[in-house]
């Protein structure tokens, strides 16, 4: 006796009909991939592999501009400093350095930014914090380190 092919009326990846055998006992005649078997067809209860997640939609909020850039290298500063403060004690001679190395080269950032926004003619530049800028900007070329 020969087997009944998948009665699915629709059209495969490919183009063409299916031509799958059908699962015995299923009405209307469907193979396995087009709901022929007694389970559920599709993906598995909570699969997440077609989730969407917005990684490479429209964004939602307007870009910040560099005022709020400005603000926020200059919390992080902060927040740097106190924390390398705080925890001198506990840390290896290695980890300090590399703390202070980054707190440099977010100073650095910080005034390279504030200069930036100056010459766009926008939000005012500290002189202090430019002054800084061009200090470490000097230690780094004598020294040879990029702060």
Same mark, same amino acid.
């Given at each position: 006796?020969?087997?009944?092919?998948?009665?699915?009326?629709?059209?495969?990846?490919?183009?063409?009909?299916?031509?799958?055998?059908? *699962?015995?006992?299923?009405?209307?005649?469907?193979? #396995? /991939?087009?709901?022929?078997?007694?389970?559920?067809?599709?993906?598995?209860? &909570? $699969?997440?592999?077609?989730?969407?997640?917005?990684?490479? $939609?429209?964004p939602d909020e307007q870009l910040i501009d560099l005022d709020d850039v400005i603000a926020d290298c200059k919390r992080r500063f902060v927040r740097l400093g106190a924390y390398?403060?705080?925890? *001198? /004690?506990?840390?290896? #001679? $290695? !980890?300090?350095?590399?703390?202070? /190395?980054?707190? &440099?080269?977010?100073?650095?950032?910080?005034?390279?930014?504030?200069?930036?926004?100056?010459?766009?003619? &926008?939000?005012? /530049?500290? !002189?202090?914090?430019?002054?800084?800028?061009?200090?470490?900007?000097?230690? $780094?070329? !004598?020294? &040879? #380190?990029?702060?």
């Amino acid at each position: 006796m020969a087997g009944i092919k998948c009665g699915w009326d629709g059209i495969t990846g490919k183009g063409k009909p299916c031509k799958a055998w059908a *699962v015995r006992g299923s009405d209307p005649p469907r193979c #396995v /991939a087009h709901g022929g078997s007694a389970g559920r067809v599709g993906a598995p209860p &909570g $699969s997440k592999n077609a989730l969407k997640h917005g990684a490479y $939609s429209e964004p939602d909020e307007q870009l910040i501009d560099l005022d709020d850039v400005i603000a926020d290298c200059k919390r992080r500063f902060v927040r740097l400093g106190a924390y390398i403060d705080e925890h *001198v /004690a506990d840390l290896e #001679v $290695s !980890d300090y350095r590399a703390l202070l /190395a980054l707190h &440099g080269q977010l100073a650095s950032r910080i005034s390279r930014l504030e200069r930036d926004l100056q010459k766009m003619g &926008g939000g005012e /530049a500290s !002189d202090f914090m430019q002054v800084i800028g061009e200090a470490l900007d000097r230690l $780094s070329k !004598d020294w &040879g #380190v990029k702060l």
